[in-house]
């Protein structure tokens, strides 16, 4: 196989379709990001032992940095870069109006009198649909650059 020429600089994400065993032989410095401890290494020598965040699973997502407005992260510029934040749902309404029909029998019994009402009932909305929220997507490794 052949090898990348840009190989990259620490802390570099790269994704891709190839087995990690496989990635890893043929880049040297990445390896999985799965939530391990590394020795970040730079030819000047060591920078110190760190927790990967655990990108199995998971989507990216950019960081905030000071984007205003009710776009991006809602969390705002709070979070730490490898922070992993729990899915959620944004706030919403569903509103379900509902008519209730009824009606009479005339007193001669030949005709029916309906008359429609809106009732402020409840009704129920049933869950529906998989385990997650998700956009379609395309499953990859993604890999880090350690050394």
Known sequence: ???????????????????????E?????????AGQKVELNWELGTLGVTQLP????????????????DTGDPDGDVRSVGSFQQDDFKRHNHRIPIYLQHGN?????NNWATQTNYAPETCAIFNEGGNETR???ICVYVYIKVY
């Open 25 to 33: 032989k043929e880049h040297p410095g990445w390896v999985l990001m």
């Open 105 to 109: 029998w005339s007193s001669d019994g």
């Open 135 to 137: 956009p379609k997507n």
């Open 54 to 69: 655990d990108a199995r699973g998971n989507f990216l997502r950019g960081m905030n940095m000071g984007r205003d407005g």
């Open 1 to 23: 196989m052949k090898q990348a020429t840009d190989e990259g600089f620490l802390g570099d994400i790269r994704m891709s379709i190839l087995h990690p065993a496989t990635f």
